[in-house]
């Protein structure tokens, strides 16, 4: 377990096996963003965590370089 605070962005089938991963491991999910999934992107979800481990495609339709412009880790 680490004291990271994860988030995971994109909740398609390869965010949602390491959002089972990461939960076997006890670590914690701050949040999911997927904003098709009606997960969108606000303020709070990026302050909630340190690291985001993103599952995207380029026609995702949202742009994950706010992560990068708020100092996170992807």
Wanted: charged share 25%; with cysteine.
């Amino acid at each position: 377990m680490s004291n990271l605070r994860f988030g995971i962005v994109g909740y398609g089938r390869m965010g949602r096996l390491v959002e089972q991963a990461l939960s076997e491991r006890k670590d914690h999910i701050t949040r999911v963003i997927d904003p098709g999934e009606g997960r969108p992107w606000n303020d709070a979800s990026l302050r909630e965590m340190d690291s985001a481990i993103c599952f995207t495609s380029p026609d995702a339709g949202y742009e994950t370089s706010v992560l990068t412009d708020t100092g996170r880790h992807l």
